[in-house]
């Protein structure tokens, strides 16, 4: 054995740290999009998969398959994809890519009940590893309404197309939303898992994707400045925000009669509180995570009182970017009746030994003041303070804020003197910003996620356990909602119901104003 052969061996540590720094490329593999004439396979499944291959993620070989109800040649296909790659991609766009991308692309037209389509899929299949080695193995990604997850999942097993031949892979990808509640989420997962390994099943919240909410764990547990204060002894409270100026555009059909609460405080933000307030993880592998992430959701508990500890609201006609937008019952397709959810707000509390009186604010809703996601540890006061009342008017709670997006990085809030002969303190910011510290942009999280997908790597995928936790968590918020009036109505561009103001004047808080 050569001696460099002998240091690979014995696990040089020098050598396994610059391997790790090589791009993770996928190996031969092929991907089916079910619902690819959907908003979400359009704006960023396909332009993702272009970007992967312009940044030489993806093997030459690498093929797309469509599957939809659309009478389309192969040929109608890839200039879907040209069109919405042209329209989305992040990377320029460069010919010699797409060349060699479009040629790998294939369309099988039908609907998920009809036999022959799928038999059509599998032939389409066999002839991409013949042609273009893609090995047999394939993902299927399923961005299609819930209802047809059962219909598509048995036909895959029917066909035989979700069993991997020997030596390669066979994956669902699942999209949310992942059922409506818990027994449906339930039913879901033992449809999936009737079919597929756990193993097999990629679930697909595109929060845990993105570059700002990995950090959150380079931030906790690779520094150590951090960790001391992070914990009820110097944490006053924590507030998750996502807010969206948009409205529900043109999906009235999925969001009424699902909400905010379900659309995204079930997954994403429940996915951000587990990684803010989880304990550190023995390694940073799929079962490690998952193993923390369930433990602390497990200790969230709803307060007792779902009346002053929760708010939802609905956006009202107003003004928004200096234009005069709709409220939400009279956005097309919206019944003018509907009690749906457009903003909410709830209160939870993580019963254990780092967090007890602690209380985790989430908030999320359409039509808000501007588009934001962030999480602020906002820390308690100082429990003394030697300077004068009237100099330290200006000093808030200190805080630290994540920002999530759009103006993705930290900031760290604290007080300052200001200069001048008197002893006056006020709020300054400490900022860590992408923009400035990295050359590189950040990748897209569909990118990410879609590659990980092909590697067989499920760090950044809840489990099923997380997912039907968290709706044991929302049941009851949602419940409580159904017998219990209506939203309370907010101002388009506003920042929700006063409620919500109210909701948190209650416990001597105020929400931050991003
Ligand atoms: C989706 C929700 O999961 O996330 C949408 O269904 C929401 O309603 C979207 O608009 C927001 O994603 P992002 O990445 O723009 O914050």
């Known amino acids: 054995m050569s001696s460099d052969a002998a240091a690979a061996a014995a696990g040089n540590p020098l050598r396994d740290a610059q391997d790790r720094r090589l791009p993770r490329i996928a190996g031969p593999s092929g991907l089916v999009i079910f ?21 030489g993620l993806l093997p030459p070989g ?8 659309r009478d389309w040649e192969h040929e109608d296909f890839a ?13 320029p766009f460069r010919e010699e890519v ?40 394939f993902a299927f990604y399923l961005s299609v309404p819930p209802r047809f997850f059962p219909t598509v999942v048995q036909q895959l097993k029917k066909h035989g197309l979700s069993d991997a031949p020997a030596g390669s892979w066979r994956r669902a990808v699942v999209e949310k939303p992942f059922g409506h509640d818990l027994a449906s989420a339930q039913e879901l997962n033992e449809v999936i898992h009737g079919v ?39 944490v006053d409270h924590v507030q998750i925000t996502m807010a969206e100026d948009i409205g529900i555009g043109g999906r009235a059909g999925y969001y009424d009669g699902i909400g905010s609460a379900r659309d995204v405080i079930q997954n ?73 959810d457009t903003f909410a707000a709830i209160k939870l509390e993580i019963d254990n030994r780092r967090w007890a009186g602690v209380p985790f604010y989430l908030r999320t809703g359409k039509r808000l003041g501007r588009r934001v996601t962030e999480i602020a540890v906002v820390f308690q006061r100082a429990p003394y303070s030697p300077f004068d009342a009237t100099d330290t ?14 103006d993705e990085g930290v900031t760290i809030r604290f007080g300052s003197k200001v200069p001048g ?46 997912v039907e936790r968290s709706w044991e968590i929302l049941d009851p918020v949602e419940a409580y909602w159904d017998g219990h009036g209506k939203p309370e109505p907010y101002t388009a561009g506003t920042w929700g119901p006063k409620a919500a103001d109210e909701m948190l004047a209650r416990d001597g808080r105020s929400w931050r104003r991003p």
């Open 196 to 234: 597929f390994r756990a193993s097999e099943v990629f679930r697909i919240d595109h929060y845990l994707g993105k570059e700002t909410v990995q950090n959150i764990l380079a931030l906790r547990f690779a520094n150590t400045m951090f960790e001391p204060l992070w914990n009820r002894s110097y």
């Open 268 to 340: 994403h933000l429940l996915q951000l509180l587990a990684l803010t307030a989880m304990e550190e993880p023995s390694s940073f592998d799929a079962k490690a995570l998952v193993l923390e992430k369930l433990k602390v959701l497990n200790a969230v508990r709803l307060p007792s009182d779902l009346g002053k500890h929760t708010v939802r609201g609905q956006y009202t006609a107003g003004w928004q970017g200096g234009r005069k937008v709709l409220g939400y019952l009279e956005e097309e397709g919206i019944d003018p009746k509907s009690k749906t």
């Open 62 to 69: 690498f093929s797309l398959v469509g599957f939809a109800r």
């Open 98 to 137: 797409w060349q060699q991308l479009a040629q790998g692309m294939r369309f099988v037209p039908g609907v998920f009940d009809d036999d022959a389509a799928f038999e059509v899929l599998k032939t389409t299949i066999h002839e991409l590893d013949k042609e273009r080695g893609t090995g047999g193995n």
């Open 393 to 406: 008017q200006e000093l808030g709670q200190n805080a630290l804020v994540i920002r999530v997006q759009p």
């Open 35 to 55: 619902g690819v004439t959907g908003d979400l396979s359009r704006k960023k499944l396909m332009p993702a998969v272009y970007d992967l291959a312009n940044r």
């Open 79 to 91: 200039q879907v994809v040209y069109e919405a790659v042209k329209e989305h991609a992040r990377t």
């Open 421 to 466: 002969t008197s002893m006056e303190i006020r709020d300054v910011t400490m900022d860590f910003a992408y923009g400035e510290s990295f050359t590189e942009s950040s990748p897209e999280a569909y990118e990410r996620l879609i590659l990980d997908v092909l590697l067989g790597d499920a760090n950044l995928f809840p489990r099923h356990q997380e």
